[in-house]
Nanobody, 118 residues
């Protein structure tokens, strides 16, 4: 079955960095657009970063542009989110998503908590 498993979250101080990983199995990785989303307390889930399947082109939400970097390793079937200069406003549950480029069908990871606090 299809699985997306996030790791690398936790507690970090303001100004610090974390790298999230999402290991994918059960699908053809190169046929999926991968993205990261987050949901903060009291807010709707938002798209923060995406990487296209074919070209590796990346897109970022304004709230994270210049601080976060999305990347992928096709051989390892893993997508990463490097998060720098973290602030308390980045506190949220972060979700990895894969979307089939033909059908649009989405698969979601279970989510991982990131807490930015001193």
């Amino acid at each position: 079955q299809v699985q997306l498993v996030e790791s690398g979250g936790g507690l970090v101080q303001p100004g610090g960095s974390l790298r999230l990983s999402c290991v994918v199995s059960g699908l053809t990785f190169t046929k999926y657009t991968m993205s990261w989303h987050r949901q903060a307390p009291g807010k709707e889930r938002e798209l923060i970063a995406a990487i296209t399947t074919s070209s590796g082109t990346v897109n970022y939400a304004d709230s994270v542009k210049g601080r976060f970097i999305i990347s992928r390793d096709i051989a390892k079937m893993t997508v990463y989110l490097q998060m720098n200069s973290l602030t308390p406003e980045d506190t949220a549950v972060y979700y990895c998503k894969g979307r089939n480029d033909d059908s649009g069908y989405p698969y979601w990871g279970q989510g991982i908590q990131v807490t930015v606090s001193s």
